[in-house]
């Protein structure tokens, strides 16, 4: 008897049953809170641009912003959800292979992962601020305390700078992807009337620039911080989109960042709609 013949059609019901309806809905929920949070952190950074620095441009000011608005536990509880599903998603990538005809390959599988653990952390991070038990710390901090911890180990420095080069690749990639339009091969484009197809299109690219420059912005940060072996010049993002505005070019770039970041989170809300998982 073929025992690897009548285990074929059980794995196939298995990979079917992990990318149906349930993990679908998680994929979709999870993209849907990505844009809120984006778009809270654009909207902060617009208010810091415009004079109003009091509250920090980052996820916990995201979050305490949202914890003020009516039921704003029952949003916070409904965003932490939303991210672990997220997660789960990635988690399905990883083990059956994300959409397209590419999704199988182990580098997919492999950047899947990534985002699995990172999403994991994020969710942990909303769903620990809405039991009450987070948000004392900024991203500024945060960077700066574990910036200090890798600085203490041997190569230290070496961790630290392969770190923030990695972070600014990154960003490059992200800009460069979103500029070429990649995101493309992952929409319902035909589900799409033209004029929606160009909305869909000016926040890709505008917000997927934006994301990618102040991630290669916060890398650039974490590379100085290396060199000159001083945790307090690594910066999180509140920092990272504060220091657009001591650019020669004044507020109006960090205007035109955080207006990105506001596109990137309208953008994350299409991926919810369109995207195909």
Known sequence: MDT????????TRVRRAAKGSV???AARA????RGVIYLLVGVLALRVAFGDGGQQADREGALAALSREPLGAVLLWA????LAGMALWRLSEAVFGSAGPDGRKPGKRLLAVVRCVFYVGVAWSVLSFAAGSGG??????????????ALGVPAGQWLVGAAGVGIAVAGVWIGVQAVRRSYHDKL???????RTRRLVDVTGVG???ARGLVFAVAGAFAVRAAVDARPEKAKG???????????????????????????????SFALARWRRV
């Open 4 to 11: 690897s013949a009548m285990a074929r059609p059980g794995r």
């Open 23 to 25: 993990t679908e809905g």
């Open 30 to 33: 999870g993209l849907a809170a």
């Open 79 to 82: 965003l932490g959800a939303g």
């Open 136 to 149: 004392s710390r900024s991203s500024d901090e945060q960077s700066r305390d574990l910036t200090a911890r």
């Open 188 to 194: 319902k484009l035909g589900a799409l009337s033209r």
């Open 207 to 209: 917000g997927g620039g």
């Open 237 to 267: 993002l509140d920092d990272t989109l504060r220091s657009f505005a001591g650019t020669p070019f004044g507020p109006w770039l960090l205007v035109l960042v955080a207006a990105g970041l506001v596109l990137f989170g309208l953008f």
